[in-house]
């Protein structure tokens, strides 16, 4: 199984600043199979980038995903009050999808 | 805009089986995959399995046996069924649409997610 570890496990950011969320592979990741999710309490998640750097329909460009192999990057640009959430990576291999745990971003 | 919804007790006992019901609306359950998640409070979310529009379902190891999946095109709904339940099994618990292009790998819609309490 393919285990997934974000960092920081939060970050303060103010809105206006930039966020930039890790996701590491405990081995190689098909680019292909690595995604971007935001959540946040009560709602369903929200693709946000597939295919490690593809944004998902109606996703700004402020957000944007980079990276290959077991490293992955998500950045925000430029954070608005509703970027405030969680976000997670997931990706898909050995026939199974597995999850990070999370960064929580907040002010 | 496809949306799910799902359904089911939210508490079971212990040993039981729990049953939960995904009803998709705005579009078709054919002919895509879907997978069911859940996240544990506190934990990550992990997969639980997920089955294709015609039946065809491959379940994450770690359940074992205990899990089952299906589908019912007539009325636009998939279901889950875990058996044998405990305390871990506490968790919210979510559909989503998978795989939607058969090639790249990501979820494009999700339920809010149900939340299931396993307690006597």
């Known amino acids: 199984e393919i285990v997934l570890t974000q960092f920081p496990g939060t970050l303060s950011l103010s809105p206006g600043e930039r966020a930039t969320l890790s996701c590491r592979a405990s081995?190689?990741?098909?680019?292909?199979?690595l995604d971007w999710y935001q959540h946040k309490p009560g709602q369903a998640p929200r693709l946000l980038i597939y295919n490690a750097s593809s944004r998902a329909a109606g996703i700004p460009d402020k957000f944007s995903g980079s990276g290959s192999g077991t490293d992955f990057t998500l950045t925000i640009s430029r954070l608005e009050p509703e970027d405030f959430a969680v976000y997670f990576c997931?990706?898909?291999?050995?026939?199974?999808?597995?999850f990070g745990p999370g960064t929580k971003v907040d002010i | 805009q496809v949306q799910l919804q799902e359904s089911g007790p939210g508490l079971v006992k212990p040993s039981e089986t729990l049953s939960l019901t995904c009803t998709v609306s705005?579009?078709?359950?054919?002919?895509?995959?879907w997978s069911w998640i859940r996240q544990p409070a506190g934990k990550r979310m992990e997969w639980l399995g997920r089955?294709?529009?015609?039946?065809?379902?491959n379940y994450n190891p770690s359940l074992g046996s205990r899990v089952s999946m299906s589908v019912d095109t007539s009325k636009n709904q998939v279901s889950l069924r875990l058996r044998s339940l405990t305390a871990a099994d506490t968790a919210v618990y979510y559909c989503a649409r998978d795989n939607p292009d058969f090639y790249y790998y990501y979820m494009d819609f999700w339920g809010k997610g149900t939340p299931v309490t396993v307690s006597s």
């Open positions: 089955i294709y529009s015609n039946g065809n379902a």
């Open positions: 081995q190689n990741v098909r680019s292909t199979s």
């Open positions: 997931q990706q898909y291999g050995n026939s199974l999808f597995t």
């Open positions: 705005g579009g078709s359950i054919t002919p895509y995959f």
